[in-house]
């Protein structure tokens, strides 16, 4: 299985916001809505920001928002703040029951 | 609060097999997913495989002939055993609620294949 297509890095000044992108195929990102976006600084576990396309788990600030269209998902981040600044995997369900990743995108706050 | 923590060797000689366990604190084992995802050095996430509390996995394709995944409900652990091992296969290996929506992660465990 491939894995799923981000920008490798993507930027934005504090206050601003900024969208990651995340494109699979119908037999993924296109095809159910269990696409997942989360949250990696170094040395740390990812945290989950956002499933099924769109919710947010408790605790999660509402400046993050997903969205998807067709193959692709979208991860938005309002009113940037410099403790955003991390690495931001994507990942999806699969027709063949497996789970496949994007290959990550490092955000900086200018 | 549901806790995660990973144990297993850090050193493993290569064509060896590597076994990890997961232990499930704060909350039971039954009625999720449970995944083992990898990250090698300087690299980005890849999915090992799910397992689901009744014992009903998956793997990554890429991984299949070399993985077992397993589940004990009554030690609220499940494990991964990965044979085989390569350098390619270094890398932190976590262990994490969920099969999609991976909402608790352990802190990770750095394996690293070398003889």
């Known amino acids: 299985q491939s894995a799923l297509t981000q920008p490798a890095s993507v930027s934005g000044s504090p206050g601003q916001s900024i969208t990651i992108s995340c494109t699979g195929t119908?037999?993924?990102?296109?095809?159910?809505?269990?696409v997942a976006w989360f949250q990696q600084n170094p040395g740390k576990a990812p945290k989950l920001m956002i499933y099924?396309?769109?919710n947010r788990p408790p605790g999660v600030p509402d400046r993050f928002s997903g969205s998807k269209s067709g193959n692709t998902a979208s991860l938005t981040i309002s009113g940037l703040q410099a403790e955003d600044e991390a690495d931001y995997y994507c990942?999806?369900?699969?027709?063949?029951?497996?789970?496949?990743f994007g290959g990550g995108t490092k955000l900086t706050v200018l | 609060q549901v806790q995660l923590q990973e144990s297993g060797p850090g050193l493993v000689k290569p064509s060896e097999t590597l076994s990890l366990t997961c232990t499930v604190s704060?909350?039971?084992?039954?009625?999720?997913?449970w995944s083992w995802i990898r990250q090698p050095p300087g690299k980005g996430l890849e999915w090992v495989g799910s397992?689901?509390?009744?014992?009903?996995?998956n793997h990554n394709p890429s991984l299949k002939s070399r993985l077992t995944i397993s589940v004990d409900t009554s030690k609220n652990q499940f494990s991964l055993n990965l044979s085989s091992l390569t350098a390619a296969d270094t890398a932190v290996y976590f262990c994490?609620?969920?099969?999609?929506?991976?909402?608790?992660w352990g802190q990770g465990t750095l394996v690293t294949v070398s003889s």
């Open positions: 994490a609620r969920g099969r999609s929506m991976n909402d608790y």
């Open positions: 704060g909350g039971s084992i039954s009625n999720h997913y």
């Open positions: 397992i689901h509390y009744s014992g009903s996995a």
């Open positions: 119908s037999s993924d990102v296109g095809g159910y809505n269990y």
């Open positions: 099924e396309v769109s």
């Open positions: 990942s999806s369900y699969t027709s063949s029951t497996t789970v496949v």
